[in-house]
């Protein structure tokens, strides 16, 4: 099949046809969950409910096939079982319908050959008829701007985002992390066995998007392996591009078959490839969000240099380790800074004036906006941490913590405003129930406020040490 270059009509139907609706109260619909889902989400144009039986759900009709909807159909989400899915292309052939996901299952990827043959089938119908596939086996798009998405309560906000999947689950997953964060997308595609569409077509696409400003990735496997390596060159040479690639293992690799039909490639083979390219490799779903939103919400540091400061002297030897292996420098304070931070406060006793900058207390307000401003200024570093240890106090109730902790987090939120150094937020809140409960709000909080916020010491090392390396290649 001729592979397209612009699939922005894949993201932005007019009208959708859901083939598999049932009406029967009693009765587990896949398709129904679709036709709720979108619309839940807002999806503004035609929803085209399907069903051999006919029927009626909410108050629309379901029609009994493709070819007797009345009004024009740019898109069909297949709910079906896959016996009857060739019979579905044709009538979309006939109906002149541009793209169909096939969220059914049960084609290359099982050990049967009838499963094979019958995608061989679908895809060449398809082909034929002027049809492009999504999938199957998938559970297909998340497109907030075009108001598309297979779980209702997903975020409708348009961010700058996009993600290809080869699993439905870890799309949902990165979703759901990302939205929580204050990382928001342009698109994510769950894309299952890639049958027609696969992980090069997307990545093509994605590197000439204009809504997409950062690429993500979940890979299995490649199924054009040049061609993919040719897109992964191209795309991370336009954007930053956050690879998660799995099956390196050889029950991993087997895995990856028996889920998407994903060839997974050697592990050795696959470090290669990326190492000839700019993409980012990342050890979990979580990991990628992380330094995703180090490139949403920092500008591009200059070097690799880090200038720490907080609450916890303990704290501060945890950064200085795990920054320092995650390969950022900390360079100690100049002469003049350590002067400037003795005119801020009376005396270092109870404090540490060392990188990282233990401040224990920071007295006021105008303190702590000094303290930052000074940091700012500090030609010998290129970033700024500051971190929030929601554990290391003592000698106060959590109630007072809970405070100290409010107007800690209100003062970074003011202070981030007039910063020019690419500045992040470091939250550890280590074993409490409470705190870690604090922790979260304080998260959703700061990111609200468009600051790069990690959830633990070690988990911001490794973001900030890639976002580095990344800027100075």
Sequence with gaps: MKKTENLDFLFHPRSIA??????RAEKFSFGLKFFEALTQFGFAGKLYPVNPTGGKINGAAIYKSVKDIPGEVDFIISAIPAPFTPQLVDDAAAKGVRAIHFFTSGFGEIEDADGKRLQAEIIARAEKGGIRVVGPNCLGLYCPAGGLSFNGDFDKTAGRVAMISQSGGNAAHCIHDG???GLYFSKVISMGNGADL???DYMEYLTRDTETKIITAYLEGAREGERFFRALQSASEAKPVIILKVGTSGPGAQAAVSHTTALAGSDQIWEGVLSQTRAIRTGSIEEMVD???AFEHMPAPAGNRIVIVGIGGGASVLLADAFSLAGLELPPLSDVLRRRLMEIFPSEAGRIFKNPIDLNHFETPEKFFSVLGALDQFHEADMLAVHVAFDHF?????QEKEFWVDTFLELICQAKKNLKK????ILHSFSSASMNALAHRAARKLAASGIAVFPSVSRGALALGRFARYHAK
Aim: net charge negative.
């Design 198 to 200: 696969n992980e090069a």
């Design 18 to 23: 859901i083939a598999g609706v049932s009406d």
């Design 394 to 398: 003592g000698l106060i109730s959590s």
């Design 179 to 181: 939205t929580s964060r």
């Design 291 to 293: 330094v995703a939103l």
């Design 422 to 425: 690419p500045a992040a937020v």
